[in-house]
């Protein structure tokens, strides 16, 4: 089973994401998620311990964040035990 949460856009509409991998770095909690039926569209939230999320606007963030799904997309299924 999927951990999944849903995600309200501009318009207002709940859309259900799919959570790829959660991380920590410097002292905050990221998640990785992506809509059902597109994993190629990946997207990045802060997260505070009431599971609010936040927009990373810091473009050095959104580098070291995409850094963390670069190293994620790199491994090789065969290398996950």
């Known amino acids: 089973m999927e951990n999944r949460i ?6 207002g509409k709940e ?6 991998f959660t991380f920590d ?8 998620v992506y809509e059902n039926g597109n994993e190629d569209d990946l997207y990045a939230f802060e997260y505070d311990s009431k599971g ?3 927009a990373i606007e810091d473009e050095k963030t959104l580098e070291k964040v995409q ?10 299924d065969e290398e996950i035990n």
């Open 6 to 11: 849903y995600i309200t856009n501009e318009d």
């Open 15 to 20: 859309i259900e994401m799919n959570i790829l």
């Open 25 to 32: 770095m410097e002292d905050k909690n990221y998640v990785v």
């Open 52 to 54: 609010n999320l936040t």
């Open 67 to 76: 850094e963390v799904i670069d190293a994620f997309d790199g491994i090789d």
